[in-house]
C-alpha cells in the first residue's frame, strides 16, 4: 500500500464509491449494479475507480468490512476495559451499539433487501455474537449456572432480531425508546456484565 493509501483526498472517494454502492443496491439489487453505475452516481470516472478497486465485489468486501469493524469498535467506547457494570444501572449510553447503527442506518438498512451486501446477512449477526464472546463476561440472575456459550449466543441472537425488527420498521420507535426496551429485557436474565476490551 502506498503513501497515499491513507489520505484524506483517498479516504473521502472511497467513502463516496461506499456511499453510491449503498444506494443503488438498494435502488436495483446489488447483482444488478455495474462499475459504471457506481461511477456515474458517485461523479468519478472507471480510472478513478480501478485506483481503488479491482471490481465491484472488492468494494462491497470493503464497504461490509469497515461497517462491522465500527460495530466491534463503538461497543467498547463507554467503558474502560475490567469496567463491571450493573443492569440495573444500565442507561442509553450503555448501548453505544445501538447508536452507532442507527448513526449509520442508511447502510444497516440493505439489512431488508434481497439482492444486498454479500455476506451482509450472515455477517452481521455473527459480529455481534463475537463481539459478546469477545469483549464481554457475563454474570446471570443470583449467578445461575448456565452454559455460557448457549447464554451468549442466546444474547446475542436475541438483540439481533430486535434490532432486524427496528430496522425493518424503519426505526419507527425512537433510538432512545428502543434502548429503553432492549435495557429491560436485559434485566430479565443478566445481572451484570464486564467489559473486557478486545
Known sequence: MDKAATS????????????????????????AVTVKDIVDYAAYNRSTFYAHYQDKFELAEHLLVSMLHGLEAAVGQPYVPGQKVYTEKLNAPS???VAYIYEHRDFFELI????????????????????????????????????????????????YGLMLNW??????????????????LTKTHMYSFKYVGK
Do not use: C
Request: hydrophobic residues 35%; aromatic residues 16%.
Open 112 to 159: 431488508k433487501y434481497g439482492d444486498t451486501l454479500p455476506g451482509l446477512l450472515t455477517e452481521f449477526p455473527q459480529t455481534i455474537l463475537k463481539i459478546y464472546q469477545e469483549q464481554f463476561v457475563f454474570e446471570t440472575i443470583n449467578n445461575i449456572p448456565v452454559n455460557m456459550d448457549y447464554f451468549k449466543r442466546y444474547t446475542a441472537y436475541g438483540f
Open 8 to 31: 484524506p483526498r483517498r479516504d473521502r472517494t472511497n467513502e463516496h464509491l461506499k456511499s453510491a454502492l449503498t444506494k443503488l443496491i438498494k435502488e436495483k439489487g446489488f447483482h
Open 167 to 184: 430496522i425493518r420498521h424503519e426505526f419507527k420507535e425512537s433510538k432512545e425508546a428502543f434502548i429503553q426496551e432492549v435495557i429491560d
Open 95 to 97: 448501548f453505544n451499539i
